[in-house]
């Protein structure tokens, strides 16, 4: 299956980060060749940040997904 995504350039370096994060997902083309962000770091660095980004975490392993729809325009 292929699917390709159009993201807006604000969002871009956030959703590449997560998609190469999943084991399932490989990426081709400049996506492939796009330098990973470090924003997961970013996240971490605020105590606030961090227990959401753990918190959601938690909530994925047990299954509990929410589903979001990017805006069509910022």
Do not use: C, W
């Amino acid at each position: 299956m292929k699917i390709t995504l159009e993201v807006p350039d604000s969002r871009a370096g956030f959703l590449l980060e997560l998609l190469r994060n999943l084991p399932f997902v490989t990426l081709r083309g400049q996506a492939a060749k796009a330098p990973a962000l470090d924003e997961t770091a970013h996240l971490l660095s605020s105590p606030a940040n961090a227990e959401r980004l753990y918190a959601a975490l938690e909530r994925d392993r047990k299954g509990q997904r929410e589903i979001h729809e990017l805006p069509a325009t910022i």
